[in-house]
């Protein structure tokens, strides 16, 4: 059950730090998200550099075929450092479904151009409407020739308005909740009749409304059946973002144990509180059963396990919990101090609380793992 | 979840299941294990596991433990606990058997721990005193010096399964003018000694677990002393950190969960708003169980390649009681008016209760389990305990 990390693995994990500890501290994240773009080219570039956008693809598709361990160890350093750059969209979402549902042309087309870091990728299923159900989509495609042609709104696209393609989920048949009938298109942001509103984010990234109306799509995986595709792409989304979160836990763990041996009141430091000390103690164990539990969902990703849906809400619904806990009570214990943009402690919260709304939040993977029990 | 097993542990597996499956005595199958079964029943499961060679997992070969590594030790804590097997007698074989092999001497050792293997003596633990609480260092029960005896005068409290037993042992203040954790000391009590009194305390689920223990002028030899006097506080240590190992109950938990999954289901119709809260609180707490299994893996992984788990029993204390504690008290919502009812002492299959048979022991143990953050060093001293060791606070 624990991993023991190959001398790959560790090998990876020691130069994601070594990348982030010198070229992506607070204030660098800071002027990151502050800049025009909102997220940093150069930066990306280090990462393609790397190889951490060829981590987790296959060897057949041209990547290292570190698989979602490898996510998992890059996710986590990733939430350590808040890193905003789109590595969860463009590599584990995009990839993965270029990888797992594209044909060998596409993986050609597509798949090293991501890696080199030359391109960057998003999805846009979210609707208005649809909340967090894969298979509501009243966005329609039409067939005209070998492609098809796109009309309708999608909603809240994180990393849209830095990326080049979309993958973009459409109904070609059936009804707007009807699980089959829905299709994936490859779609050029900047193709004809498509139309970009950008909005910041609560975690300093960019997302946007996105209108489509009469764009032109590639056909991605079998028509008619993108909802069960979707769901492989949440698995993976799922392992990547509660990695990212166990990342973020853990720092804020840190930072507000750090504060509490520091900061005085009444002429003590507040760690001799005892109240504080059971918090904390809270917060531990909460960060040790997250990391447990994201072990196991990165492990059972690997092995393509059965009932790994329902796992994966599982972890995303527990360890959801557990970050919200612990960003509350990281904030509540750095008092006013935790309320300032100053401070990181707020950002790690605000990430969190991001984590918790994409993909579905813990209220909804709680009820999808309570419905997906056979034995219930 | 299962940890990833070699073959020859595998093979293990199998055939701790088929022996459980084979042996476990049909007559130990009673509503409530706990509470339902005669002292002669309690010891069926314990003679065959000493029979198998099987009864002391922990004990070195020497003292006759059957030399298993922790992984097979593990295997073995996680099979007999998801067949709900009723575990043998703690205060023997888990806590006092080995503070006699560590710290006791050749006489002790040949005199107690063949008996305790056998299942022949039954233990008792005299660690709490009136007042006591989670401070076991306050020690007030007193034993004085004569000649080659000890005079023990003094009241424990607390005493588990007392009414059983053959023997007791006791923490006693033996240096009143000493500190309090160093004038301590270790002291084995015949229960048959003249002055040995046992009253029974009846808890809120109406049953006789726990036991006050006077002990008045009992004269004790002295060669029933473990190891030094005015060092008891050291043995008493190394118990409790026996006592609070496997305390995560990961099988347990499962079982009590699958029950509630069935009662749920039988008990609230899906067209009922309070259904979809049931449905949310028991997917909540099953992947609270979930969480801790994985770090329960994922500690013994670490501890089977050498590393220390530091105050993991800690962890697994607090969450593994927290747990069992939210299934008993939604196992007892789950059946609605029928909680009202609770079964009478001594229990017998003859005396009415209403509703189904699998809601006749939920309210004893929905009030029976709120014991399980106060008993073995509270949660509280637990948090304590983790603060300091692994906080640095």
């Given amino acids: ?376 | 979840m299962e940890l990833a097993l070699s073959p020859e542990d595998a093979a293990f597996r199998d055939e701790v299941r088929a022996f459980i499956k084979d042996n476990y005595p049909a007559e130990m199958r009673v509503p409530n294990p706990e509470t339902d079964l005669s002292k002669e029943q309690m010891l069926l499961w314990h003679r065959i596991l000493h029979e198998k060679g099987w009864i002391a997992p922990l004990w070195p070969k020497e003292y006759g433990g059957p030399g298993w590594s922790i992984t097979r030790r593990f295997i073995f804590e996680q099979e007999t606990t998801r067949a709900g097997t009723m575990p043998p007698l703690a205060f023997s074989v888990t806590m006092v058997g080995p503070v006699i092999y560590t710290f006791g001497n050749a006489a002790q050792k040949a005199k107690f721990l063949p008996r305790i293997l056998s299942g022949e003596d039954w233990w008792c633990q005299g660690y709490s005193e009136p007042g006591s609480g989670s401070d076991l260092a306050t020690v007030r029960t007193k034993a004085v010096r004569d000649g080659d005896h000890y005079i023990v005068n003094g009241h424990k409290t607390w005493t588990t399964l007392a009414q059983h037993a053959d023997w007791i042992f006791c923490l006693v203040r033996t240096d009143p003018a000493a500190k309090p954790q160093s004038g301590i000391s270790f002291l084995l009590i015949d229960m048959k000694s003249p002055g040995v009194t046992v009253r029974p305390i009846i808890t809120i689920d109406g049953s006789h677990e726990v036991n006050d223990v006077f002990l008045e002028n009992v004269r004790v030899p002295a060669e029933n002393l473990i190891g030094e006097e005015n060092k008891g506080w050291t043995y008493a240590k190394f118990l409790l950190g026996n006592e609070r190992t496997s305390m995560a109950g990961i099988g347990r938990s499962t079982r009590y969960l699958n029950r509630l999954k069935k009662i749920v289901k039988a008990e609230i119709p899906e067209d009922d708003p309070a259904h979809l809260e049931f449905i949310r609180d028991i997917a909540r707490v099953e992947l609270d169980v979930l969480a801790l299994e994985a770090t329960e893996l994922r500690v013994v992984a670490q501890m089977a390649r050498g590393i220390d788990p530091g105050p993991a029993a800690s962890l697994f204390k607090i969450r593994g009681t927290e747990i069992f504690q939210d299934i008993t008290e939604l196992t007892h919502r789950a059946i609605g008016n029928d909680g009202l009812a609770i079964r009478e002492h001594p229990v017998s299959a003859n005396r009415f209760m209403p509703g189904p048979d699998y809601g006749h022991t939920a309210s004893e143990k929905y009030l029976n389990s709120r014991k399980l953050s106060i008993y073995g060093g509270s949660n509280e001293i637990q948090r304590n305990i983790i603060a300091k060791a692994v906080l640095g606070l």
Avoid at chain 1, 13 to 34: N, P, T
Avoid at chain 1, 105 to 126: E, M, P, V
Avoid at chain 1, 152 to 159: D, F, H, I, P
């Fill in chain 1, 1 to 376: 059950m624990d991993i023991q990390f190959t001398e790959e693995q560790e090998l990876l994990r020691s130069s994601v730090q070594r990348l982030l500890r010198d070229r992506y501290d607070f204030d660098a994240r800071r002027k990151i998200v502050a800049s025009e773009d909102g997220f940093s080219r150069k930066h990306w570039a280090e990462f393609a550099e790397l190889g951490l956008l060829a981590a987790p693809f296959s060897e057949a598709a041209g990547g290292l075929g570190g698989g979602p361990l490898s996510t998992m160890i890059i996710m986590q350093e990733f939430g350590r450092h808040l890193v905003v750059e789109p590595f969860v969209e463009t590599v584990v979402v995009a990839g993965g479904l270029l990888e797992h549902a594209g044909s060998d042309a596409q993986h050609q087309a597509y798949i090293a151009d991501i890696i080199a870091g030359s391109k960057l990728w998003t999805l846009a299923w979210t609707e208005r409407g649809s909340r967090f159900d894969l298979a509501t989509v009243t966005t329609t495609a039409r067939r005209d020739g070998n492609d098809y042609v796109l009309t309708g709104e999608k909603t809240a696209v994180m990393a849209a308005p830095w990326a080049d393609y979309l993958i973009v989920s459409a109904r070609t048949s059936g009804h707007r909740h009807d699980r089959g009938g829905v299709s994936l298109f490859v779609v050029d942001r900047r193709a004809a009749n498509l139309d970009l509103q950008s909005f910041r984010t609560i975690d300093g990234r960019r997302a946007a409304e996105i209108s489509l109306r009469g764009v032109r799509g590639e056909l991605l995986g079998r028509e008619g059946e993108g909802v069960a595709a979707l769901e492989a792409c949440r698995n993976r989304a799922i392992g990547a973002l509660c990695a990212e979160a166990v990342g973020a836990i853990g720092e804020l763990n840190d930072a507000t144990l750090d504060y509490s041996k520091t900061r005085k009141q009444f002429g003590v430091t507040i760690g001799s509180f005892q109240v504080l000390q059971h918090r904390m103690v809270d917060m531990f164990i909460a960060h040790q059963e997250a990391l447990s539990l994201m072990q196991h969902l990165s492990l059972s990703l690997g092995d393509d396990e059965a009932g790994i849906s329902r796992l994966a809400s599982g972890a995303k619904s527990k360890i959801g919990y557990a970050g919200k806990f612990v960003a509350d009570q990281a904030v509540q214990l750095h008092g006013g101090m935790g309320m300032t943009d100053e401070l990181n402690v707020g950002h790690y919260f605000k990430r969190i609380s991001s984590i918790n709304i994409q993909f579905g939040d813990p209220a909804y993977h709680v009820l999808r793992y309570a419905q997906l029990d056979a034995a219930a």
